[in-house]
Nanobody, 122 residues
Framework: QVLLEESGGDRVQSGGSLRLSCTAS?????LAWFRQAPGKQREGVAA???????RYSDSVKGRFTISRDNASNTMILQMNSLKPEDTAMYYC???????????????????WGQGTQVTVSS
């Protein structure tokens, strides 16, 4: 069992920045961020594996940066140039497999955090 804890969600104005953090209870190969807005499906935002391979959704590419520190089992999502459409609950997810088909589909992840709310006002 892997426990994931997110933090950093807040309310910001459009164009602002936020930094989300996810800490895993143990080392795990893939870590990812997903988000879900009310009435919408959960979507993959960004993913990173233990050797630094990255995945980004097209909607956040160039604005969000994912990183991790394997020593502390922590993953960071730096979100810049935030837009109202980025408003959602953001979830941390994890999987210990080395190979994932995309890294950004929720079916590829076994462990989930409780989420942290990000609200971007216009």
């Amino acid at each position: 069992q892997v426990l994931l804890e997110e933090s950093g969600g807040d309310r910001v104005q459009s164009g602002g920045s936020l930094r989300l953090s996810c800490t895993a209870s143990t080392y795990i190969y893939w870590l990812a961020w997903f988000r879900q807005a009310p009435g919408k499906q959960r979507e993959g935002v960004a993913a990173i594996n233990a050797v630094g391979s990255l995945r980004y959704s097209d909607s956040v590419k160039g604005r969000f940066t994912i990183s991790r520190d394997n020593a502390s089992n922590t993953m960071i999502l730096q979100m810049n140039s935030l837009k109202p459409e980025d408003t959602a609950m953001y979830y941390c997810a994890a999987n210990d497999l080395m190979l994932l088909p995309t890294g950004l589909h929720q079916s590829e992840y076994d462990y989930w955090g409780q989420g942290t709310q990000v609200t971007v006002s216009s």
